[in-house]
Structure formats: structure tokens, C-alpha cells
């Protein structure tokens, strides 16, 4: 938990200014980061709101369409690629002792963006497709960002394997807080046995990471349906490395596989960065819609359109809305979020030697991994900040830097 006060200040992104912005001071906390987050969901999860019935205060998207800096409640994600991960994964493990560090085990990505009120159309390939967000089981109504997942397939090589059950349907958080992708066991597990992930006590499932950072193998995440969008994520963005000194026996680093399953502290699928970096979205908070086009990772160059007033398809370029589209309703665990790294590791992690040797064969169909165990000091989890800059016409455009477990608190 954390206590603290509220105060307003002016907030300048892109070189707009937000003044008199309310925002919460942590005075004391039992969370082990010291970072803070950009609260960019819906009020009514504010923390006063969830805990102590509190009136909710407008929230940054809020204070920006009040404040005519942007046209509608409207912001898009472009977190880009691991291109910077791979010369650190060629580089030689080191072999000295494991000291205590704030190591992290996250990668550090190039720059991605964040758009106020606009989307830019030269940052994704393919349709944008918009679907409304999947509503509360229980209330009806829509408080978080979800949308039905649908269908998971690998593309081994040419070969497609299906690991989604037939007609399946379940509602998935899109979380920019969150560096993994956690899906229900049925999904998961099978696709963690495809792929010869090796279980591991403090991080789940892992794997060599050169070998599956060049492994020409991509899986696609369908939504809303047959018509829906499709998302295709290649191996090397499913990759966190932890530590140049977490290795196997043969020398090869471990990195953490992208997709975990679902468990008591994280028990909703939720679609973290490994995920979105492959994926350009939209989250529309006018018309309660999220909209998805395949990334196009590295692009140098920028088309910013702005969203005119109100949001919606009609409203912004380049959307189309899925006719027909399959939604799923979703829980109220779906409520505890933002902090999903944060939950996995509550207990200090435990860095150095895998002593189970790595299922390194890539034909990968059928593979099992073998258990492994860890050695070493104790090292704690912070996560990764974000920084802004820039501007575009009438949308905030910020620059994120780093994107990892903090950068964003959808």
C-alpha cells in the first residue's frame, strides 16, 4: 500500500503545458520501486475512487481535452522494437561472482512514442481495426482497457500451429505497465511446451536468448473474431534479458520468455509490452474502442493526423470498425493492474547460475523444457521510467524512452 497527499501542478509534454493537474505524492510505500506512473485509464480507478470511495478527479487525457490541447480523449502507443537487445545477447557472459545490484530484467528498447489526440500513420502497416472494449461481467460497464482475445497460432518455420482451443473467446488487459504477456494456462502452457521454455522459481519460464532471438518464428494474436485485427510477434520481441551472469551450463545467456501463464497474482490475461511493441494501438476513451495495426518497427519518418472531436472511427483516420466482432465480458480481478511485474516478483529476485541444462534444439514442436534451479544474491526489481519531449500540431506527441515495467499505467 502507499500514503501519501494529492496536490496539482503544470505538466509539460511536448512542449504543451496541462496546468493544474492533480496527481498523488507517495510519502511512504511497501512497493520496492521508486518510480511514478502516468495514470492513463479511467477515473473511476483512481486510487481514492477504489479505495476510499472518493470523488475522481480528471485525469490527464481529461485535463488535456478540458484544456482544448487535444480534440477527444483519444492517445496512441508506439513502443517499437529490441533492436538494441541483440549485441549485448552476442557479447561473452561474465563470470564473476553476483554482487547485490538493482539489476533489471528488462530490456532496454530504442524510442517509442506516445501521441495525445492524434495517431500517426506512418508508424503501422496494414488496416487499423477498431474494436469496443470488452465490459465488466458484473457492472456491464466498461473500466478497463480490454478487448476479446481470440485465437494464438506460431508460425514455426511455415508450419502453423493453433494453441487457442476452437470458438475461443476470453476478455485481455492491453497494459503498457507490464513487460510480460500472461494468458490463461490452456493457452499458455501448450505453447510454453511447444517452444522448450524452461520452468524457473523466480522467473517463470525461460530460454537460451541468442538462440530464440534469431529463431525465424513469430506468433500471431488474433481479436474480435475471424474479421478481426491480427497481430504477428516476432521471437526476437519476446525476449527480457535478466543478467549477463544468469546463464547455462554451456554458457548461453537465459532471457525470460514473453508469455507466462495466468496465476493467483496476475489471474486475467493481460497483454504486456511484449506484445505491444509489435502492435500500434489506439485507445479511444470517448467511444470506450481500441483500435490495432501491425507495428512497423524502426520508422524514421512521421505522418500525424490528428483526431477530430469526439473520437470514433469516423473520427479517426485510417480506422475501420470489426462488423461482427466476438466480445468477451471481463472479471473484476481485471480491476488490480498497473503493477503486474510488481505482483509476479513481490520477493527480492535471485540472480546467478541455471544449473538445468537448455533445451537448445529449435525445431521446437514438442519440445519440453527441464526444471531449473538458481543460485545467488538477492537483487531488487525496479523498474524502468519514462521521459517526453517533442510536439505535433494540435496532438501531444511524447517521446517514451525505455518503456518497461512503469513506463505507462494504462
Known sequence: GTTGDFFTDNIKIGGVTVMNQQMGLSLESTSNSNNGLVGLGFDINEAGVTDNGAQPYPTLVDSMVNQNLIN??????????????????????????????????????????????????????????????????????????????????????????????????????????????????????????????IPDPTFGYIVPCLAYFNYPASLTFGFGGPTGPRIVVPFSELLSKIDERYTFPDGSQACVWGIQPTNKQIPINLLGDTFLRSAYVVFDLDNLQISLAQTKFNSTTSNVLEVAVGGGPENIPSATVVTGAVIATQTANAMVLGAADAAQMTEPMSLGMVTATPTASLGLKGKAGVAATTTGTAASHTPSSAATAGAASNAVLGMVLGIGAAGLCL
Not at 495525445?116 to 477498431?130: E, N, V
Request: avoid cysteine; glycine fraction near 6%.
Open 72 to 197: 477527444a480523449m483519444t492517445y496512441s502507443i508506439w513502443l517499437n522494437d529490441l533492436s538494441k537487445l541483440l549485441p549485448r545477447l552476442l557479447s561473452p557472459p561474465i563470470t564473476t561472482p553476483l554482487r547485490a545490484t538493482n539489476s533489471v530484467p528488462y530490456p532496454d528498447t530504442e524510442k517509442g512514442s506516445i501521441l495525445f489526440g492524434g495517431i500517426d500513420t506512418a508508424k503501422f502497416t496494414g488496416p487499423l481495426l477498431s474494436l469496443d472494449m470488452s465490459p465488466d461481467q458484473q457492472s456491464g460497464t466498461v473500466s478497463t482497457m480490454s478487448i476479446t482475445f481470440t485465437s494464438l497460432s506460431i508460425n514455426d518455420t511455415g508450419i502453423i500451429t493453433t494453441f487457442s482451443p476452437h470458438s475461443f473467446a476470453a476478455p485481455v488487459v492491453l497494459d503498457t505497465g507490464t513487460s510480460f504477456t500472461f494468458l490463461d494456462p490452456t493457452v499458455a502452457l501448450p505453447l510454453i511446451d511447444y517452444v522448450g521454455a
